[in-house]
């Protein structure tokens, strides 16, 4: 005979956000696009693992908890594949050539010995699931699962430090090489990393607010909020579960580490050789009106090495790559937008013919470089002529 269930408001929650799961990790598991396989395959089991979480608040919340001992005595082992599951997501998210390596493999050791932990104690006879049962009834739990949450919040918080931290070293790799990142990219994946962190945000605060370690539906309505809005964004935003554009994601890891000159070959005399030479052919010849324009095409047009001349930048200018062509950019937009022949011409329109790929790219810049945005300066400027004539 079946489980009776009984349906209250917290199991409704947590009902949809499990069904929110599943739905959303089979689009992404079996979505017919050739490029972020991998990406959308670890998303889909990230989200199913969650999906596991929230059937744990199910089974107490509407269902009697004796009928389900195995799935209870194992579902902590998922527990240990939050963290790396979330790494990779980001490396796949930033590297074009990210594969799983035999040494990956280092990174289930947590998960295996938690698997291996609970079969023992089932084959000896002590069935897992009553303890659980009994964290519910009297929030007194023995040491194990004291010491394996504990172990499983320091791995998962260690495992965000690893993320941020490539997040960080792809938008510096960015700003050194490419001149047409829209924050929009960047931003796409920290909200990312952001939403996926919210089940252990969430069990946080859980743990400061109501303390630890009773079982409250708090971090399982955590889960259902991101699936909601992982479901939403899978609709109006779906690029984003796409990573990076292919031209600012680097072939693998050791690209993000960063430039250092110490060793560099290059004398004074040649420094100031290449940096008349870059300057010369940035006034003459314009490349930065090209909008994908990158350090490598760039130190191709010029006959140069791409290191020295990201050296010279960086030296010679104090600036990194993206910031020494928008400059530019910015100061030819300037122009434009106080020229009476542009007057017609929109904010966007401009952006694009001085080298931006998108408006919003093109504000961040200006008021970067200016302080005000395009728009209130033009207007400033058109005041200003009028007040002259």
Known sequence: MPPSVVYSWTAVILWIGLYQCLLLAFVLWWMQKNAFVLLRHLLAAFIMIMGVRIGVGIIHYSADPDAFPLFLSYSPVVNFLYGPLFYFIIRAFIERNFRFQPIHLLHLIPSVAMLAYRTWEILAGYTVHQTFIEIIRDGNPP??????????????????????????????????????????????????AVLLSMPFISLLLTLGLVGAPRLVPYPAFGISL????????????????????????????????????????????????IHSQLLAHMEAQKPWLNQELTLNELAGQLNLNARYLSQVINERQQQNFMDFINGYRIRRAQELLCHPAYSYFTVLAIAQEVGFKSRSAFYTAFKTLTGKTPTAYREEQMQADESVS
Do not use: C, W
């Open 226 to 273: 991101m699936m909601s809005i992982m479901v939403v964004l899978s609709m109006v935003r779906p690029d984003i579960f796409e990573g990076l554009p292919d031209l600012l994601m680097v072939n693998e890891e050791k690209e993000l580490e960063p430039r250092r000159y110490e060793s560099s070959s290059l004398n004074d005399g040649q420094k100031e050789r």
């Open 143 to 192: 040491l194990p699962f004291q010491v394996a949450g504990g172990l499983m919040l320091l791995l998962f918080a260690g495992y965000m430090s690893l993320g941020i931290r490539q997040i960080v070293r792809i938008n510096r790799h960015i700003r050194s090489t490419a001149s047409f990142s829209d924050p929009i990219h960047l931003n796409g994946l920290i909200f990312l």
